[in-house]
């Protein structure tokens, strides 16, 4: 007990918290419901709020701007019930000034996963334009995914999830379950895997997901990592590749919700990719890196993962290709730790659900 109060009252008094070897320091707080985040220089951040504002952050002063509520920018409007909203946020790698979105829009079909595209500059935003109102509109407000990454070639991936609906994710016909590639205009790559294909949706690259929260390309091995929420029980890392199926429902180690009875025919299964790592229970990860920094040199080449149900972030180590080992920091915290960015210099900084952003940064 006088350990626990010893932790209350040095977070109350410096925002201040060690350990091991990271020092965690809050630097901003008052936010709603922060979902991504994007450094645009080593001072200052911008932010999604899933409520649909986009916020500036000063990372010295801990001063926050409010850029534009996307919703007087949306035409047909912006569905922010349930896991929907404004999700998130990528500067363009050839363009600074660019930058890319993902949000839940409402359609006559229902809300769907979109990609956009606006500059700002300072704090104004201009020219909004959706590049892909994706097909995977349902009656549900479940499973948008929605990361965003960029390969060294001009192409864009984000990730959507089945949106609820299970069978979405091996129905080659529409978007939802899917991770896309795209050009960073919007358009569809000439070599894209099923681009001569006319009964698949050519924006796809792999299918198979449940509902893909971390998305990350290493620009070092050139090689798309993937985290997903599994059912009760499940989770899973996947390295993503082309026309991959990922088996999502027909493989799952996971079960049911409502039952003890596990979700899917196997757990792996001939002509479908296995994951390098599976989490039972679930940690529900919502956001993924792998970790090329200077400030923690012991996390170079490791995989990092917010965890929202455990509270955590999760650290793993990666050789040949599968995981080989797992740790667990910030735990005793209980934060549900939404987004995690890294800084030039390798400093770690995430947000959480309740509104906080924070630095991790060496305790040496």
Known sequence: MHKLLSLILCLITVNVYAQNNYHLQKIASGLTHPWGLQLIDDGNMLITERTGAIKKLDLNSGDIFLIAEIGNVVTSGIATSGQGGLLDIAQSPVDKSTF??????????????????????NTTLSQWQDLLISDSATSTSRHYGSRIAFDNKGHLFFSIGDRGVRDNAQNLANHAGSILRLNLDGTIPKDNPFVSNSEVANEIWSFGHRNPQGLYFDQQTE????????????????????????GWPITSHGKEYSSPFAVGEAKEKTGIVSPIKVYIPS??????????????PALNGKLLAGALKLTHINIISIKDKKAISEQRIFADLSLRIRDIEVDSQGVI????????????????
């Open 100 to 121: 890319y979105f993902t949000y839940s829009k409402n359609t006559t079909q229902g809300a769907a996963t979109t990609l956009a595209k606006a500059n700002i500059e």
């Open 223 to 246: 090689q798309l990592w993937a985290i997903e929420h599994g059912p009760r029980g499940g989770d899973e890392i996947n390295l993503i590749i082309a026309k991959a199926n990922y």
């Open 283 to 296: 940690i529900a990860p919502s956001s993924l890196i792998l970790y090329r920094g200077d400030e923690f």
């Open 349 to 364: 900084y995430f947000c959480s659900d309740n509104g906080d952003i924070y630095r991790i940064a060496n305790k040496d």
